[in-house]
């Protein structure tokens, strides 16, 4: 038999009819969200048409729900109206829904893994781009388009073009105060917000084995920002160690079955990518954006870029605009610049290893005076594990807010967002124009950077930490 990748067992096993001029993919779990589902029911109806498989659906409110006052519901109009159709649609079409109020209720991308929905080797969809994240599992997930939500409920399969496979190579070892988010974002400032276009990115090398499944989930959940179609890391004992006992997960004799054939998920030797780009880490400083696309990044002992320094004149331009933008002049100290909010949430950094993380950083101090700042968790399930290690003290003793779960400020759908110029340092995955709040400007970082920029009041290295007196003896903060 001919050596696969990851993403060629998978889709293989998927493709209903190999010899259409579009193949055909049978989807295993099809996740719903408010913002992007009435109009694909909508259709549905209009159609005549009923759901094929309730079953494989599943749906959770998260994009613009309030992280305060739940009981007093939704004062936003549109917001409420998409709620509402999504729990009349999922009651109508005998789908599974974890509304605001659900226990266990949170961003769909955290709730997927965290109940057992998502394993090895399914095809996952889901109305948003950040379905990516369920790839660390070794499946194959991506985010899908309103007409095409339409087409999974009635038939539960999609017609897809095949991407092409690239082998995105992780190797040494994750310097102290550096985080799988800093990988990610190096590496799209390497390859570029469109470096993956058209492709499924594979992460492999011994620093992915290495990371535990969340911080699995923080690559695979950002390599949509650099253009790829989804991002997969093989499965290994740690993902059915994470997986086992799950709500949905099997269990009994058919745990072990699935176990035995998870573990034929890896990338055959001898299998070919269309690409592999190397990166090693063992010099990686911590990342922090300075632009306006996730892509225009740099390390946090570096200066704001000048435009001067790019080669190609698109690139000059892109970045004068970002600079613009973001009120920031070339040759600043990415660490003199100033925040007036921290946010530490998101699908891409709202689990509990990364408020531990963060709360690590921030036990014993308080936030700075110029500073307001949120910790979201990204779902009730986190929330409740956070409390029980008693997190939520360590962040309100410092002066945070601790929040009920949700996409939060990291879109402004919902009460959380940024006023006209305010700058944010940022755990979630875009820093496009407006994308906190009109006139908003964003700063990606990870947790552990977020939350000593809370204390210090300015973006700052967490390599210089001590986390005592919250900066080294001698250096002043400006
Ligand atoms: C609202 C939704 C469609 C959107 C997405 O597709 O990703 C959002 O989740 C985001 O992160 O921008
Ligand atoms: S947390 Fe942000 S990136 Fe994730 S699904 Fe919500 S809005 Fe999209």
Redo the contacts with the bound molecule.
């Keep these: 038999m001919a050596a696969k990748t990851l993403f060629e067992k998978v889709w293989d096993t998927h493709t209903i009819d190999p010899s259409l001029d579009q193949p055909l993919l049978f989807i295993d779990l099809h996740l719903v969200h408010e913002?992007?589902s009435p109009q694909a029911f909508s259709l549905l109806r209009e159609q005549g048409r009923t759901v094929r498989r309730p079953d494989l659906t599943f749906a959770t409110t998260d994009?613009n729900v309030p992280t305060t006052d739940r009981n007093q519901g939704l004062s936003d109009v549109l917001a409420k109206k998409q709620v509402q159709f999504l729990t009349e649609n999922c009651k109508e079409f005998g789908i599974d829904v974890y509304d605001l109020n659900h226990p266990d209720n949170g961003i769909v991308h955290i709730i997927g893994p965290e109940l057992g929905l998502t394993t090895p080797g399914k095809t996952i969809v889901c109305?948003?781009?950040?379905t990516s994240t369920h790839g660390a599992f070794g499946s194959l997930a991506f985010?899908i388009g309103s007409s095409e939500i339409t087409h999974v409920l009635a038939t539960q399969t999609l017609p897809q073009d095949k991407p092409k496979t690239m082998n995105v190579e992780i190797e040494g070892e994750m310097p102290p105060g550096v985080s799988s988010k800093d990988i990610i974002l190096k590496i799209i400032g390497e390859m570029g917000t469109n470096g993956g276009s058209g492709h499924v990115i594979e992460f492999t090398g011994s620093t992915v084995r290495n990371m535990s499944m969340e911080e699995r989930m923080t690559i695979c959940n950002m390599a949509i920002e650099a253009g790829a179609r989804s991002g997969m890391i093989a499965p290994d004992e740690k993902t059915f160690q994470y997986l086992k006992d799950r709500h949905f997960a099997p269990k009994g004799q058919q745990w072990e079955d699935a176990v035995k054939e998870w573990r034929n998920l890896y990338t055959d030797s001898g299998a070919i990518y269309d690409s592999t780009v190397t990166i090693n880490i063992n010099d990686l400083a911590p990342q922090v954006t300075w632009g306006t696309n996730p892509g225009q990044v740099t390390s946090i002992d570096q200066s704001v870029p000048a435009p001067e320094a790019f080669t190609g004149a698109s690139d000059q331009t892109a970045s004068e605009a970002a600079l613009h933008y973001m009120g920031l002049e070339p040759h600043t100290k990415m660490e003199k610049i100033k925040l007036d909010r921290v946010f530490i949430g998101s699908c891409t950094n709202a689990r509990i290893e990364d408020l531990r993380l963060a709360a690590k950083v921030v036990s014993g101090h308080k936030i700075a005076d110029n500073i307001t700042a949120l910790v979201v968790p990204g779902s009730y399930h986190v929330k409740r594990r956070a409390e029980k290690e008693g997190l939520d003290q360590i962040f309100t003793e410092a002066g945070f807010e601790w929040r009920e779960p949700g996409?939060s400020m990291?879109?402004g759908?919902n009460p959380d967002f940024l006023q006209e110029g305010e700058r944010c340092a940022s755990t979630s995955?875009?820093n496009f124009e407006g994308r906190q709040g009109k006139g908003g400007r964003t700063h990606l970082v990870s947790p552990m950077m977020a939350a000593a920029a809370a204390i210090t009041g300015r973006l700052t290295d967490i390599r210089e930490w001590d986390f005592h007196k919250g900066v080294k003896e001698n250096e002043t903060v400006s």
Excluded: A, E, P, Q
């Design positions: 913002v992007t994009h109305g948003d781009s950040h985010g996409c990291c879109l759908m995955n875009r």
